[in-house]
């Protein structure tokens, strides 16, 4: 394919205008006095409490020794906590302190402001636009690793090893990031047994990200197993049901790429396709990014309150997203 070589050039001059404009060549970044490595080292460690060095060598695509070097600062400046793997002293789980976590909340609100400031300065009908051209460049520039990876699907439906590949998914990102045990995989793997059974009722669905036949990411609305809007049921008889996302969980070599907004555009059009009145899920205190993707799809927090369900004792919470009001066709 020949690609003419003013494009490439056009690209570039771009790029380097992003990279300057976003702070990255010196100076103020994200509203702080660090240096961009350490600014996404935070970032990343708020988003997977309890990830290793190594594998925030890979994300950061940085050596050893620089990963290490900033680490040490970000520990002795009071922003992150190492702490010692359970079942392997010698590797170091990463945490954000209550001085980081500050540190973290001011650089998202910093950075949203500066992306809702350039967005404010383009069409509505541009922002998409924005997104998706960023996707795709960004997946264009990431290195390949031999072959052409197989592409990323969103399956609807039940398919072969479902139960068990959601069930893993869970197992390995709860155990890492809250010590969760045997009690939550028991209790993942027999809902999601149960549910599996019932997905032929109406109001019942599951969609799965798979890749190459393996389960990536996933999320669910469960019809059935909330019941009924009881503020509903007093005033229209018996109330709409109320539906429950479940299971809602994405790889993280998945992440940034927009596919949880997939799975929860997915989820909730389905949602309110069915005339579901509410949407709940329960989730527990602590998980940042998810929370902020919630809210922004209408979530809000609704409890609060300790539960041990999942082996050991943490602060539940409940969101709920009321359906939205259809849009009125009568003119004035």
Same mark, same amino acid.
């Given at each position: 394919?020949?690609?003419?070589?003013?494009?490439? #050039?056009?690209?570039?001059?771009?790029? /380097?205008?992003?990279?300057?404009?976003?702070?990255?060549?010196?100076?103020?970044?994200? @509203?702080?006095?660090?240096?961009?490595?350490?600014?996404?080292?935070?970032?990343?460690?708020?988003?997977?409490?309890?990830?290793?060095?190594?594998?925030?060598?890979?994300?950061?695509?940085?050596?050893? *020794?620089?990963?290490? $070097?900033?680490?040490?600062?970000?520990?002795?400046?009071?922003?992150?906590?190492?702490?010692?793997? =359970?079942?392997?002293?010698?590797?170091?789980?990463?945490?954000?302190?209550?001085?980081?976590?500050?540190?973290?909340?001011?650089?998202?609100?910093? !950075? $949203?402001?500066?992306?809702?400031? !350039?967005?404010?300065?383009?069409?509505?009908?541009?922002?998409?636009?924005? +997104?998706?051209?960023?996707?795709?460049? !960004?997946?264009?520039?990431?290195?390949?690793?031999?072959?052409?990876?197989?592409?990323?699907?969103?399956?609807? &439906?039940?398919?072969?090893?479902?139960?068990?590949?959601?069930?893993?998914?869970?197992?390995?990102?709860? =155990?890492?990031?809250?010590?969760? @045990? /045997?009690?939550?995989?028991?209790?993942? =793997?027999? &809902?999601?047994?149960?549910?599996?059974?019932? +997905?032929?009722?109406?109001?019942?669905?599951?969609?799965?990200?798979? /890749?190459?036949?393996?389960?990536?990411?996933?999320? =669910?609305? #469960?019809?059935?197993?909330?019941?009924?809007?009881?503020?509903?049921?007093?005033?229209?008889?018996?109330?709409? *049901?109320? !539906?429950?996302?479940?299971?809602?969980?994405?790889?993280?070599?998945?992440? @940034?790429?927009?596919?949880?907004?997939?799975?929860?555009?997915?989820?909730?059009?389905?949602?309110?396709?069915?005339?579901?009145?509410?949407? #709940?899920?329960?989730?527990?205190?602590?998980?940042?990014?998810?929370?902020?993707?919630?809210?922004?799809?209408?979530?809000?927090?609704?409890?609060? $309150?300790?539960?041990?369900?999942?082996?050991?004792?943490?602060?539940?919470?409940?969101?709920?997203?009321? $359906?939205?009001?259809?849009?009125?066709?009568?003119?004035?």
């Amino acid at each position: 394919m020949t690609i003419q070589p003013i494009l490439i #050039d056009d690209i570039r001059a771009q790029s /380097r205008k992003l990279v300057r404009t976003l702070g990255f060549m010196g100076g103020a970044f994200a @509203g702080t006095d660090l240096p961009p490595s350490s600014v996404h080292a935070l970032i990343e460690v708020g988003q997977q409490p309890g990830i290793t060095a190594a594998a925030l060598c890979d994300l950061l695509r940085l050596d050893k *020794s620089s990963v290490s $070097r900033l680490l040490r600062k970000l520990v002795l400046s009071g922003d992150l906590r190492e702490t010692p793997d =359970a079942a392997d002293q010698r590797v170091k789980r990463l945490t954000l302190t209550q001085k980081g976590s500050e540190r973290v909340a001011a650089i998202h609100a910093f !950075a $949203r402001s500066q992306v809702a400031g !350039a967005l404010d300065r383009l069409q509505p009908e541009r922002h998409q636009t924005v +997104l998706d051209g960023l996707q795709l460049y !960004a997946q264009a520039l990431a290195p390949e690793t031999g072959a052409a990876a197989a592409p990323v699907e969103i399956v609807t &439906g039940y398919h072969s090893g479902l139960i068990a590949g959601i069930t893993q998914m869970h197992i390995d990102y709860y =155990a890492r990031t809250a010590g969760f @045990g /045997r009690a939550f995989e028991a209790v993942v =793997a027999g &809902g999601l047994a149960d549910f599996c059974n019932r +997905l032929n009722h109406p109001g019942n669905q599951v969609w799965t990200v798979t /890749r190459a036949g393996r389960i990536l990411g996933s999320i =669910a609305i #469960d019809g059935e197993d909330l019941g009924h809007d009881p503020d509903k049921s007093r005033t229209e008889g018996r109330g709409p *049901s109320i !539906a429950h996302l479940r299971w809602f969980i994405l790889d993280d070599s998945l992440r @940034g790429a927009g596919l949880g907004r997939r799975l929860m555009a997915k989820a909730l059009a389905f949602v309110d396709a069915q005339g579901f009145a509410r949407t #709940d899920l329960w989730t527990f205190d602590g998980l940042a990014a998810a929370r902020h993707l919630y809210e922004s799809h209408g979530f809000a927090l609704a409890e609060q $309150r300790p539960g041990d369900q999942w082996g050991i004792e943490v602060l539940e919470q409940r969101f709920t997203r009321q $359906r939205p009001e259809p849009l009125s066709t009568e003119r004035a």
